[in-house]
């Protein structure tokens, strides 16, 4: 979802994925799409990755996350977002020099304060 709607801002986006059928959905960034198991400093640098101003590493798997996230920081990319799913992760992330997030505890607070105010709808912050 982030990168389709990335890519409908007429942004240019890269996505690496290992399920060709994940990439298959979002038809609007094909062009750059790559499935692969491989995330090494190769296969990144292969697909590009090092001519990004920005990359954003949303891996569910920790030691995949951590070492993919080196490896972009590595190839020299000025801006890198990582996904944490809990401190531990996300203090590892900043150490190798990512801004985290946290996706999941984001969502969870907004849904709790929408369920806890009748009148709120949505937020953002500034």
């Known amino acids: 979802a982030l990168a389709v709607t990335l890519a409908e801002s007429d942004n240019d986006?890269?996505?690496?994925?290992?399920?060709?059928s994940s990439i298959r959905e979002s038809e609007i960034i094909q062009n750059y799409a790559f499935v692969t198991n491989d995330l090494s400093m190769e296969a990144l640098r292969e697909a590009g990755i090092h001519n990004c101003d920005v990359v954003i590493v949303c891996i569910g798997k920790i030691d995949t996350s951590i070492?993919?996230?080196l490896n972009v920081v590595s190839l020299g990319v000025p801006h890198v977002i990582a996904k944490a799913i809990s401190r531990d992760q996300g203090a590892v992330l900043e150490k190798i020099g990512a801004y985290v997030?946290?996706?999941?505890r984001d969502m969870a607070l907004r849904l709790g304060k929408q369920l806890v105010s009748r009148n709120f709808l949505d937020?953002?912050?500034l």
């Open 13 to 20: 986006v890269i996505v690496m994925d290992r399920e060709e």
């Open 123 to 125: 937020y953002i912050s």
């Open 101 to 104: 997030v946290y996706p999941e």
């Open 67 to 69: 070492l993919t996230t």
